[in-house]
């Protein structure tokens, strides 16, 4: 008891040096623990945000096969074939299937599926019941001329309309069914449900496909996204044994592996710059602790030898410090944890998803409150005493000891991220060592600060010399002499500045990736592609601005996006009008506007214009002739527009007939060339190829030179047209189409020592161009490192010269304030699959948002734990003694004042010159690992 008495008084006589230690305490451990497990949390919130963001087939899977004559059994056969690769994932399995059938109108697509009521909106009526109804979608409806009530044979049944439907655009269950979603796929014009008995009524058995959607649970899929990567990997399995006990083919296709992998490197990416607050603050409270803790210990110098005078034993005085230290701790460490929970519970009550304690925050705490109990014991028992005779040269040595291991450190962390581990293509690729860079940096800056302040400090003691009397140059020389005092106000102070500069620098490095990163994805605000369209045909001439609302369409620029190779080396090749596209409302300007010369070739068509052809028909015997006409539109995207058949003459003509005139306009921009190819059967007695004989020649009025006959066979001929000198030879290429300009990006320049003038031989869609390098600029969008930019029109205008096949304009890239409402009128009107890329999704999936709420919470709790700390490490003051032999010097109090004063200043600005130049490392790193995250996302 005698022991217990002594324990109490002791802590009542520096109960307020105890209770703000416990506050720091307190204090620390909320801040570690509460970063820590926001971590997760804040993960989860964006994960869901982009999921939601995803397409249908980006977020589940589908199995296809043909239907068995038994479906029940084939139904329970397949779930259970999937059951094993499913196993703990939480997901739905539904069941469709689907026939094209003839109707009225031309194809109609039959589908049964119990889900679509839940995901769908009924417009009117009811959905089918009986074997001889149907619900149609409203728009194929209206194109029909149906409604509820009327009868329409579909197939081999006639059904009664029940009702109209619209489906819910954003249902991941649809799995992007051009069908549902566009009302058309293929042949087939409107999705009409049916019941498994209408459609065995209406559709043999062999037309009829039956498929299963599984759809993750979108909060699984953002929480636990190694569970759906690791399905992802047995469902094919599952699948290959399904398939063998099929009489037909099984098809597994779904990309919701693929988006839980990007979760999954995002995530990595997100936790190695969250180590960074995390890392940062728990070294600030604990520097802070531990000064605070030395502070009491210092004051309790002449109570501890008192006290050993009156009996009092070492062992006694240690056990009373670590009871003491045990309390402090431990209450410390639980009000913190109650502050963390508080704050948890008050997200959930506005709405958040709330900080909820998990299992690990309880070994968590557990781990904080012995790294506290043992810093606050360690500092209280060890003995305090003033090193009043301690050496400038023996203080600088003690500082130096731990500051140069932690500067090889932050070398060791730092260069291998920046030079190579940062150059992966993702944050799970990356080193370990990279992806603790940027808090090892600062960390280890921090700590080799009072070292680095070192010379600082010298340079003050020289300026301050300089000055008359003792005033200037005392408080320089009392840092200088003590600087391993004033080493943890210095490290706390560099902590507070680098944790504040790597958030100001990784939230502008994180900013300028994610621009980066949508450029290289959109081009522009949004993307549509048709990965189903490679050279312009008549069928199949690339995508048109057409099918965006009238308002969007002008925003559009056509673009060609292909792979190629240069000197064995793969590169990505974009070409579009990059003026106009510069000229984008939303959209940058870039670097390659003005840096390409656009097509000179062909005839100028200042306005929309009308081409007129004469031509001799084929004589008698002769296959008939098709003419089209090559052009090029306002935004250098080529065209090829049929003018008409010309027939030969009959046998029994012996003179051919009067010419005859085709008619067509054209949009403004070029017309390069005339084609023509002979088509039908090779008469048996007839000449394989027609002459073709143009009588004339004009486009818009303006009358162009007649060329000399031509021999078409089946292979096109093509005739380039020139202003002025009228059609060239049918094999010559226009001067300099072989040649074209290029722009090529840093990486593939400095991989080809490639320069502005140099000419590469570029192998493009099957035929080989000699380009000359115009322009080296930093990036090309659309694109990931390692592409080349060419004009589209000249592109065009080459390929129709050289007569090779003419690439077509398969992606639209749109410059529009409305992004989403946009994407989702261009997926609903298209009548194909198209691929739609979005800025606002690309900011979404990157999951940048956490990281930098991390990095701000972690930047403004070291900035209040760092004047906190420095004034626990201020506490301790020049004795009595020294007091007054400083005022028998002359200095009075307010000169004393102003030497702490600028003490203090001394101590902050030696950390902020060490913890700006850390912050901006770490954001440094930051910016190369985000960099190297998302450098594989336009491939």
Known sequence: ?????????????????????????????????????????????????????????????????????????????????????????????????????????????????????????????????????????????????????????????????????????????????????????????????????????????????????????????????????????????????????????????????????????????????????????????????????????????????????????????????????????????????????????????????????????????????????????????????????????????????????????????????????????????????????????????????????????????????????????????????????????????????????????????????????????????LRVSDPSTVFVDAGRPGLDAALLPGDAAAGAVPVVRAGGSVAGLDVAVVAADWDRLAGLPGVDGWAIAGALPPASSGVALSSPATLEVRVDPPPAGARDLELSAWSLDGSGAAHRTVLGVVAAAPPDVAALGDPVVLEADLPAGRLLALEAHAIGAVPDDGPADSPVVLGGLSVAGRELATPAPLEAGSEPVRVPLADGSGPGAASGAATGADRLGAVLDRTLAARLDARPGSTLTLALLGSSRTVEVRSVVDAIPGTARGAIALDLGALGAAAVATGSPVPAAAELWVGTDRVDALAAAVRAASPTRLEIATAPGVARDTLHAPALVLLGLGAVLAAVLAPLGLRAAGGRRESATAARALRSFGLDRVAARRGRALETALVVGSGIVAGIPAGLAAAAVVAALVGAALAGVGR
Not at 30 to 58: C, I, K, M, Y
């Open 1 to 525: 008891m005698h022991h217990v008495g002594l324990a109490v008084a002791r802590a009542r006589a520096r109960r307020r040096g105890l209770l703000a230690l416990g506050v720091l305490v307190a204090g620390s451990a909320a801040a570690v623990l509460g970063l820590s497990l926001a971590v997760d949390p804040l993960l989860d919130d964006a994960a869901r945000v982009a999921v939601t963001a995803r397409h249908g087939e980006e977020v589940a899977w589908r199995v296809e096969t043909g239907i068995a004559a038994d479906p029940v059994a084939q139904d329970a056969r397949v779930r259970d074939g999937l059951r094993p690769a499913l196993a703990g994932l939480d997901a739905t399995v539904e069941r469709s299937l689907r026939a094209d059938v003839d109707a009225p109108r031309g194809i109609a697509g039959l589908l049964v599926d119990p889900g679509a009521p839940e995901r769908s909106t009924l417009a009117a009526g009811a959905w089918p019941a009986a074997a001889d109804e149907v619900t149609v979608d409203a728009r194929a409806a209206e194109a029909a001329g149906l409604a509820p009530g009327d009868r329409v044979r579909l197939g081999g049944a006639e059904f009664v309309v029940t009702g109209l439907w619209s489906p819910e655009v954003g249902s991941p269950a649809w799995f992007g069914d051009p069908l549902v979603l566009a009302a058309r796929e293929g042949d087939a014009e409107g999705a009409y449900l049916v019941t498994a008995e209408g459609l065995a009524a209406t559709a043999p058995l062999s037309g009829v496909r039956a498929r299963w959607t599984i759809v993750p649970d979108a909060a699984a899929l953002a929480a636990r996204p190694e569970r759906v990567r690791a399905t992802d990997g047995a469902l094919p399995v599952a699948v290959s044994r399904i398939a063998a006990d099929s009489a037909v083919g099984v098809t597994l296709a779904g990309g919701a592996g693929a988006t839980a992998a990007a979760l999954l490197d995002q995530r990595a990416l997100v936790r190695s710059v969250a180590a960074i607050p995390v890392l940062l603050v728990a070294l600030a409270g604990g520097i802070a602790v531990l000064t605070a803790a030395r502070s009491v210990a210092t004051a309790r110098s002449r109570e501890r030898e008192l006290m050993r005078a009156r009996g009092a034993s070492r062992a006694v005085l240690a056990a009373s410090d670590v009871a003491e230290a045990v309390v402090v701790g431990l209450l410390g460490v639980t009000a913190g944890a109650l502050g963390v929970a508080a704050a948890s519970g008050l997200a959930v009550g506005v709405g958040g998803s709330g900080w909820a304690l998990p299992a690990a925050a309880v070994p968590l705490a557990g781990g904080i409150a012995l790294v506290a109990v043992g810093l606050v014991a360690v500092a209280l028992a060890a003995p305090a005493r003033e090193r009043v005779r301690e050496t400038a040269r023996l203080a600088a040595l003690r500082v130096l000891t731990p500051a140069l291991p932690a500067v090889a450190l932050a070398l060791v962390a730092i260069v291998p991220a920046l030079a190579g581990a940062a150059a992966a293509s993702s944050a799970s690729g990356a080193a370990p060592a990279a992806l603790l860079a940027p808090a090892l940096a600062v960390a280890a800056v921090a700590v080799a600060a009072p070292a680095l302040a070192i010379p600082l400090l010298a340079l003050a003691d020289r300026l301050a010399a300089r000055r008359p009397g003792l005033s200037p140059v005392l408080p320089v020389r009392r840092v200088g002499r003590r600087v391993d005092a004033a080493a943890a106000g210095i490290v706390l102070v560099a902590i507070a500045a680098g944790a504040v500069t790597a958030a100001l620098g990784s939230a502008a490095a994180l900013g300028a990736a994610q621009e980066t990163a949508r450029a290289r994805v959109v081009g522009s605000d």
